[in-house]
């Protein structure tokens, strides 16, 4: 039963039901964690990447990029072009099931929650400060310091081999969390195409109430910024590394 879709699948799924988990209980109303801040979020979706990452490994991902970004520079490295496609879809699919189980999770908080922006916050990415260029390259940005630090923490002038298979899903986990504490203040940091894609086409089809629209006018942003900050990031490690 396992294999590297499941795993791409299901660990993209705990990665999302976990991490928009964590922004639900801090903006939804009557949530024993409402109003934790920045801190309990950047904090949530750290532990949601560790929690992501595992299931992966364990439903057949040995991989466990539960991120298209990962994908494409992976592809980049080793010139496997033919897993971009079907793992990004496994991946998208992974966040629209969480996200959908994050709407079921909190189903009596949606109605008494009057704030339509915050319950499309709980879903996808909004920017601080709307200005696709700059929102663009901070989604870039921030994605490209990820993949970058990734692969130097499990490169073989980490250590020997790399990190220890062991102890690499909670480096990557403080790197996700150090990423949302410096630089996910302007976009509310993606750094995963699936991650609000995936979300953002639950929040469109489910029916929550007083949700309001779903921002697709924005929505190319937090997918093509981390799909070229890991393009840029895997042939700067490819050149590296080669």
Known sequence: MRSPLLGEFLGTMV?????????????????????SGWLAITAGWCFAVLCGIFTAILCGSKAADINPAFVLAGAVQTGAWGTVVPYTLAEIAGAFAGAALVW????PHWKITED???????????????????NFFSEALATFVLVLSVGALNSRFAAPNGA????????????VW???LSLGGTT????????????????SVLPIPGK??????????????????????GLLLKAILA
């Open 104 to 107: 079921l999770h909190y189903w």
């Open 188 to 203: 509310g940091y993606a750094i995963n195409p699936a991650r609000d894609l995936g979300p953002r086409l639950a929040h």
């Open 178 to 180: 150090g990423i949302g």
């Open 164 to 175: 220890a298979p062991g102890l690499s899903p909670y480096l990557v986990s403080c790197v």
């Open 212 to 233: 309001g629209p779903s921002d697709w006018r924005y929505a190319p942003i937090p997918f093509l910024g981390p799909m070229f900050g890991g393009l840029l990031a």
């Open 116 to 134: 339509a922006e915050a319950k499309r916050g709980i879903f996808c990415t909004i920017p601080a400060i709307r200005n696709y260029f700059w």
């Open 15 to 35: 990665l999302i039901l976990l991490g928009d988990g964590v922004v639900a209980g801090v903006l939804l109303k009557r949530s024993k964690a409402e109003g």
